[in-house]
């Protein structure tokens, strides 16, 4: 995919162009933005591709802004898109990939992307095969090659690849590996279970039509993953780091928090792989509350119930949570669910933790109850 940023002052144009690119499945749009400096801000923490960028803006000029992003990225390519074609020279002067009259039409944009398509059609390709080439390690560990997975033939086979990924395509030592995967074995004998293993995890890989995986050096071996998307990665791009949620990356957000199907390799229960467990599960559990926190702030209360169920069915004794969904069912007038809910949690935070809940949920209760009821009878 070309990871993509629009900018444009004018909300209109910049939802015209941004509705036109959907129609190109190789652009991810990743930002569209009317304030240029928020575009230098996402250039500066992820990488992009191509950058669609008015030259007639009010806060800075396109030709400005254009030589402030090839200062902070010189491989971006820019399209220049304008209501005046008085500046075609200077625009070609930053080495602008094209430069496009509004309104913006489908048919000049073709050929603007036949251009941009050109220059990377390495990178398509690339992305083409780490689509189809995936490794999965969120839930279930699985590795997925032309819309197959791998069936492996030892769990010793599974886990060895597993731990191989988990350690990011770096070179690991064979005593290491002896060490996490076969602590209780005698030496030879461990060796030979690494060798014949690692022969297995080579043979999944090719059933799968993937014939570079294990690299071999030094007595070293590492997992070249290089060419194929990973899950976790994938996540870190988005979610590591205090990222600013907002309504111009709340659908991006969204999509990248489907990929955590479970916890980092949850059904394998691999001891080595604990500490990046508890990792993943903390940033998860961050998102989701950052995430509802905007939902709410936006006054968009449905939108946050999803969130705040995510981060109780992980743990669901967090009173400070049930008390925003509380809050919600109020605001949202489900008084039906405000009071069933409270009641359940009553239950269960006796029943399980032998305590009852904090004085300040109670009075909350009481107190919208009093309010609900005052609502019923003036009604």
Same mark, same amino acid.
């Given at each position: 995919?070309?990871?993509?940023?629009?900018?444009?002052?004018?909300?209109?144009?910049?939802?015209?162009?941004?509705?036109?690119?959907?129609?190109?499945? @190789?652009?991810?749009?990743?930002?569209?933005?009317?304030? #240029?400096?928020? *575009?230098?801000?996402?250039?500066?923490?992820?990488?992009?591709?191509? =950058?669609?960028?008015?030259?007639?803006?009010?806060?800075?000029?396109?030709?400005?802004? /254009?030589? +402030?992003?090839?200062? =902070?990225?010189?491989?971006?390519?820019?399209?220049?898109?304008? /209501?005046?074609?008085?500046?075609?020279?200077?625009?070609?002067?930053?080495? /602008?990939?094209?430069?496009?009259? +509004?309104?913006?039409?489908?048919?000049?944009?073709?050929?603007?992307?036949?251009?941009?398509?050109?220059?990377?059609?390495?990178?398509?390709?690339?992305?083409?095969?780490? $689509?189809? &080439?995936?490794?999965?390690?969120?839930?279930?560990?699985? #590795?997925?090659?032309?819309?197959?997975?791998?069936?492996?033939?030892?769990?010793?086979?599974?886990?060895? *690849?597993?731990?191989?990924?988990?350690?990011?395509?770096?070179?690991?030592? +064979?005593?290491?590996?002896?060490?996490?995967?076969?602590?209780?074995? $005698?030496?030879?004998?461990?060796?030979?279970?690494?060798?014949? &293993?690692?022969?297995?995890?080579?043979?999944?890989?090719?059933?799968?039509?993937?014939?570079?995986?294990?690299?071999?050096?030094?007595?070293? @071996?590492?997992?070249?993953?290089?060419?194929?998307?990973?899950?976790?990665?994938?996540?870190?791009? =988005?979610?590591?780091?205090?990222?600013?949620?907002?309504?111009?990356?709340?659908?991006?957000?969204?999509?990248?928090?489907?990929?955590?199907?479970?916890?980092?390799?949850?059904?394998?229960?691999?001891?080595?792989?604990?500490?990046?467990?508890?990792?993943?599960?903390?940033?998860?559990? &961050?998102?989701?509350?950052?995430?509802?926190?905007?939902?709410?702030?936006?006054?968009?209360?449905? %939108?946050?119930?999803?969130?705040?169920?995510?981060?109780?069915?992980?743990?669901?004794?967090? %009173?400070?949570?049930?008390?925003?969904?509380?809050?919600?069912?109020?605001?949202?007038?489900?008084?039906?669910?405000?009071?069933?809910?409270?009641?359940?949690?009553?239950?269960?935070?006796?029943?399980?933790?032998?305590?009852?809940?904090?004085?300040?949920?109670?009075?909350?209760? $009481?107190?919208?109850?009093? $309010? #609900?009821?005052?609502?019923?009878?003036?009604?």
């Amino acid at each position: 995919m070309i990871r993509t940023i629009l900018v444009d002052d004018e909300r209109p144009a910049l939802k015209n162009l941004e509705r036109l690119l959907k129609g190109y499945d @190789y652009i991810e749009i990743v930002g569209a933005y009317t304030d #240029i400096t928020k *575009a230098f801000e996402e250039i500066k923490k992820e990488k992009v591709h191509l =950058i669609f960028l008015d030259i007639e803006m009010p806060k800075m000029k396109g030709i400005e802004g /254009a030589e +402030k992003i090839l200062e =902070i990225d010189k491989d971006i390519q820019i399209v220049f898109v304008t /209501a005046y074609n008085d500046y075609a020279v200077d625009a070609f002067e930053v080495d /602008a990939i094209d430069y496009v009259m +509004k309104p913006v039409l489908k048919r000049r944009l073709d050929k603007s992307l036949e251009r941009v398509l050109k220059r990377n059609k390495h990178m398509i390709e690339l992305n083409k095969n780490k $689509e189809e &080439n995936k490794i999965l390690c969120f839930g279930n560990f699985e #590795i997925i090659g032309n819309e197959k997975s791998i069936k492996w033939r030892t769990s010793k086979a599974k886990e060895l *690849a597993a731990y191989l990924v988990h350690n990011r395509g770096k070179f690991v030592h +064979k005593s290491k590996i002896i060490e996490e995967l076969w602590q209780y074995k $005698e030496e030879e004998q461990a060796t030979k279970l690494l060798h014949t &293993n690692i022969y297995y995890v080579r043979s999944g890989l090719k059933s799968i039509n993937l014939h570079q995986g294990i690299m071999y050096s030094n007595e070293m @071996y590492r997992f070249h993953m290089d060419t194929m998307f990973l899950d976790i990665e994938e996540f870190e791009k =988005i979610f590591n780091g205090n990222i600013e949620i907002n309504s111009e990356n709340e659908q991006l957000l969204k999509e990248t928090i489907q990929l955590y199907r479970g916890e980092y390799l949850e059904e394998n229960d691999y001891y080595w792989a604990k500490n990046e467990q508890e990792r993943f599960s903390k940033i998860y559990m &961050n998102i989701l509350r950052r995430i509802s926190d905007f939902y709410m702030g936006e006054g968009k209360y449905s %939108e946050a119930i999803p969130y705040l169920k995510g981060i109780l069915k992980r743990d669901p004794y967090i %009173e400070e949570i049930h008390e925003k969904l509380l809050r919600i069912y109020v605001n949202i007038k489900d008084y039906t669910n405000f009071k069933e809910h409270y009641k359940s949690i009553s239950k269960d935070f006796k029943r399980e933790l032998g305590i009852d809940l904090s004085a300040a949920t109670k009075e909350l209760y $009481e107190n919208y109850i009093y $309010e #609900i009821e005052k609502i019923k009878v003036n009604r």
